[in-house]
């Protein structure tokens, strides 16, 4: 059965003084909602849920007294700190070199870089300065520019290494070589000398000529430094002290040689045979000639190589 209640009208707020205007608003604001609350209640007592109500309705006495709280008294908010600058990233690696014998990509601890630009993998360089020790044909070692000097690259090399390759450079610097005659040995020993020209016969006791005999022998003769054995200068055969050199072998090979064609070498003395190409001989030794007559290049007077002079405009 429904109860019925009077209900009476909310008392009027009575007025106050001008001073206290602004605390006399917010008690007003508290009170409403509160009264509120309470006539819903009434009206709604004899539901089931009436717990879950009054828990929904506390929750919103809450809000209010908190929404009421932040608008008297707003909370200013801090303001932001200012984010640090951002961290600069490191920068990239270098590219790698490019070898130009091998073509592949090589660190730079490994490259070495010659003065012309081009760089190089430490043991392609080391490979090339090695086949130009061994190879005649492809010394001094060259890139774009021509011959790569030692120097530039020494610091690259063992100290062995070095040595050896100086020792092949002064060799196939020398344009008439004399080897060891001991073909066991066959040591570079040094640039060949002319052989002496005979003298005119000059009464002298017989100790004098023994001795002019001696000291010419001794001026002609190479001493290997691998096995000591004694080399003439001039016929590159056996030292043969106190005898004229003798080179009957030699006539026999040139004899040889002139009948087949070849020719000999103006600076070294090495016999050439021309199996195919033209007449123009650049020997091992570095010296350019003419086949035909053996002369030194643009020297000769072949008729097949003559240039007129060009006639006055």
Request: net charge negative; proline share 12%; glycine share 6%.
């Amino acid at each position: 059965m429904a109860r019925s209640r009077s209900r009476s009208p909310p008392p009027r707020a009575t007025g106050s003084r001008p001073t206290d205007r602004s605390q006399g608003d917010e008690q007003a604001a508290i009170e409403r909602p509160a009264r509120s609350i309470t006539e819903y209640i009434e009206d709604h007592e004899d539901e089931d849920d009436l717990e879950t109500l009054l828990a929904q309705i506390g929750l919103s006495s809450r809000l209010q007294r908190l929404r009421g709280r932040l608008t008297l008294s707003p909370v200013l908010s801090p303001s932001p700190s200012p984010s640090p600058p951002p961290t600069p990233l490191p920068p990239p690696p270098p590219p790698p070199e490019c070898c130009t014998i091998c073509g592949d990509d090589v660190p730079l601890a490994q490259a070495v870089r010659l003065a012309c630009g081009h760089a190089f993998d430490a043991a392609c360089l080391r490979e090339l300065f090695a086949r130009a020790s061994t190879d005649e044909s492809l010394f001094p070692p060259r890139c774009c520019r021509g011959a790569v000097p030692l120097r530039e690259v020494e610091g690259h090399f063992d100290r062995a290494f070095v040595e050896r390759y100086e020792r092949k450079a002064r060799e196939f610097g020398t344009p008439d070589r004399v080897y060891c005659h001991n073909a066991a040995c066959a040591a570079f020993l040094g640039p060949a000398s002319p052989a002496p020209s005979p003298k005119p016969s000059v009464p002298s006791s017989d100790s004098q000529t023994g001795a002019g005999t001696e000291a010419e022998a001794e001026a002609k003769t190479l001493r290997c430094p691998e096995c000591a054995a004694g080399t003439c200068a001039a016929c590159k055969a056996q030292t043969h002290p106190g005898v004229p050199c003798h080179f009957r072998a030699e006539d026999a090979v040139l004899e040889l040689g002139r009948a087949h064609g070849w020719q000999r070498c103006p600076a070294c003395h090495h016999l050439v045979e021309l199996a195919l190409g033209c007449y123009h001989i650049v020997c091992r030794c570095g010296t350019q000639w003419c086949y035909l007559c053996a002369a030194p290049w643009k020297e000769c007077g072949c008729a097949l190589f003559y240039v007129p002079p060009e006639e006055d405009e």
